[in-house]
């Protein structure tokens, strides 16, 4: 039976914005969620502030999820997955489990935001030594240490004076297998290095890079303050390896400017790993049957390979980091689209 | 010296003088930034390279303006003083690396560092310009310029192997090819008018200049000043 109503799945930024531009089109949208809460990833991994006018990232994922739950036009499910999929655009049948309970729901348009996970670096092939050296943290890690404004070395409970972030781990690495850019790391890193130079006010930060890709107004809001009024270091070259140096570790790489070998001590690294689709990504791709990408994120493009939100099934659209690493902007500007095309459907379906 | 927070340096692995102390170093790096003109000259480097393919130095000599830029940023106080007793000398203050899009001027952050070794009184900046004797000589106290043969060529590596060809010929070549425009200008050059010269002599005492060359060449300075004074007592 033909429907009206669109499903989103996933409630992260991308999912609450699609949620809240179809009621606010006069839709109709159940918003699933897997986790307890809604918020996504930024909720979920203790995002401090965004890189977004530097809201604070509690603050502005509340504001959007009491956008959607206020709203009488979205049913929220939390505890929710999808177990099972059929039919076509306009009457697609979803078979759920929510909250432990099997429910059917008849929809007429599905989008898809089940978002990215931090690349676990693990897997890194530099030595890094994530797993075996405490003061070795990620820029998730770290992200949850400035939202308490407390950064120490986990290793002694000391405050760190030398920082490093390492650029691109799990990210334009052919051996790992991610060759994409995660566009979201460098932001990150020199935005949380600001944080790091108010918060200890006596600290040396220093970003090693390949690029820095500070793109739109990263670059005078983000990078240059970074640089120039924060006197953060950006050195051009990849760490090889992090080593253990007394109570300390000892960095190795290539300082490109200066061209020559470097070695020097840190008292905390910080990894800044790139995204890779979530599983929740991973098994709805299976699930819809939807096109993946050699990497694992759902192919976008749709049929005329110029549409960003469409998939390779008509009726299912995708928005967020669930196509590929997205900031908040490409996020939500996909999900205000992957928005109007699901409610354009449904309106053709019903006509 | 091991390695300490204050002194680290991510851009060099050894340290090329050791002889002289962390201190020294510091003082020279902070007077250059205690400079007015430091922070209009410098913001922030993105590794660009537009001042290296601009710089006419940097094609032919081991110097490049995007080291000096970050050196500086880094506030790598080591090769900062690797800087001002060397590379600075090889700069031609052309200027070129100006159309920075950071808007820095690593020449400029060269001539405020080539200010702050002279008034030091650099060793090294002693040597280097130990060749510009007779040439500041000239220049001060004539009012006029230098001739080729005025070059002592052990002094100006930097002409080339053919200095040696130039200063030892340069004689012979003018009497075999008599130009009359150039005629003269080999010994003597034009003359500059007397009043000319007593108020360049007083340009050189109001400036500073005097001072200047004092640091680096006392004995120039010596020899200079007593004649200029002399001049300007007669009037």
């Not at chain 1, 009491?66 to 979803?94: H, L, R």
Request: proline share 5%; charged share 25%; glycine share 8%.
């Amino acid at each position: 039976m033909s429907s009206g109503k669109i499903l989103i799945i996933g409630g992260g930024p991308a999912g609450l914005e699609a949620a809240r531009s179809v009621a606010e089109l006069g839709g109709e949208a159940i918003l699933i969620e897997k986790r307890i809460g809604l918020g996504g990833t930024p909720i979920s991994e203790g995002y401090a502030k965004l890189t977004h006018h530097w809201r604070d990232a509690s603050e502005a994922m509340a504001e959007l999820a009491s956008a959607v739950t206020g709203n009488a036009n979205v049913e929220v499910k939390y505890q929710a997955e999808v177990k099972g999929f059929s039919g076509s655009a306009g009457d697609f049948t979803v078979q759920i489990e929510a909250n432990g309970k099997a429910e059917s729901l008849n929809v007429g348009a599905v989008i898809v935001a089940t978002g990215f996970q931090h690349f676990d670096p693990g897997r890194a092939t530099q030595y890094y030594n994530y797993y075996s050296f405490p003061d070795v943290i990620t820029i998730t890690d770290l992200e949850k240490m400035l939202k308490e404004n407390k950064v120490v070395r986990p290793s002694n409970g000391e405050t760190p004076k030398k920082i490093a972030f390492i650029q691109c781990v799990g990210s334009r690495d052919r051996q790992i297998g991610n060759e994409y850019c995660s566009k979201v790391c460098c932001g990150v890193a020199s935005k949380q290095a600001i944080e790091l130079r108010e918060q200890i006010t006596d600290s040396k930060v220093f970003i090693f890079y390949i690029d820095m890709r500070m793109y739109g107004y990263w670059e005078p809001e983000i990078y240059w303050p970074a640089q120039e009024k924060y006197k953060v270091n950006y050195v051009k070259g990849v760490i090889s390896e992090v080593l253990p140096k007394g109570n300390q570790l000892l960095i190795r790489g290539e300082d490109t400017t200066m061209s020559r070998p470097m070695e020097v001590t840190m008292d905390l690294v910080v990894l800044s790993v790139g995204m890779e689709p979530s599983a929740g990504t991973r098994a709805i791709s299976q699930l819809l049957g939807l096109q993946q990408n050699k990497y694992g994120f759902i192919e976008a493009g749709g049929a005329s390979g110029i549409d960003p939100v469409g998939t390779s099934k008509p009726g299912i659209f995708v928005a967020g980091a669930a196509s590929g690493p997205s900031d908040l902007d490409d996020s939500f500007a996909q999900a205000g689209l992957a928005a109007a095309r699901a409610a354009a459907a449904v309106r053709k379906v019903l006509a | 010296m091991p390695t300490t927070l204050e002194n680290w340096n991510p851009g060099k692995a050894e340290n090329r003088h050791p002889e002289v102390a962390y201190e020294v170093k510091e003082r020279l790096f902070l007077e250059t930034k205690n400079d007015p003109r430091y922070h209009e000259f410098l913001y922030g480097c993105y590794e660009c390279g537009i001042c290296v393919s601009a710089c006419p130095t940097a094609r032919f000599y081991d110097y490049s303006p995007k080291v000096i830029a970050q050196a500086m940023a880094r506030e790598d106080v080591e090769r900062i003083y690797d800087i001002i007793s060397e590379d600075i000398w090889n700069c031609a203050q052309c200027f070129s690396c100006v159309r920075c899009p950071r808007q820095n001027n690593p020449g400029g952050l060269v001539t405020i560092l080539r200010e702050v070794a002279v008034k030091s009184g650099l060793q090294e900046t002693k040597d280097v310009l130990q060749g510009y004797s007779r040439v500041i000589y000239k220049v001060m106290l004539k009012g006029n310029q230098v001739s080729p043969d005025m070059l002592q060529p052990d002094l100006f590596a930097d002409w080339g192997p053919w200095v040696q060809n130039f200063s030892a010929n340069m004689p012979i070549w003018k009497k075999a090819i008599p130009v009359d425009s150039i005629r003269g200008v080999t010994d003597a050059a034009w003359k500059v008018d007397r009043k000319t010269l007593l108020e360049l002599y007083t340009i050189w005492f109001e400036t500073g200049s005097m001072e200047i060359i004092k640091e680096v060449d006392e004995g120039l300075y010596d020899l200079l000043s007593d004649i200029m004074q002399e001049e300007l007592e007669e009037g």
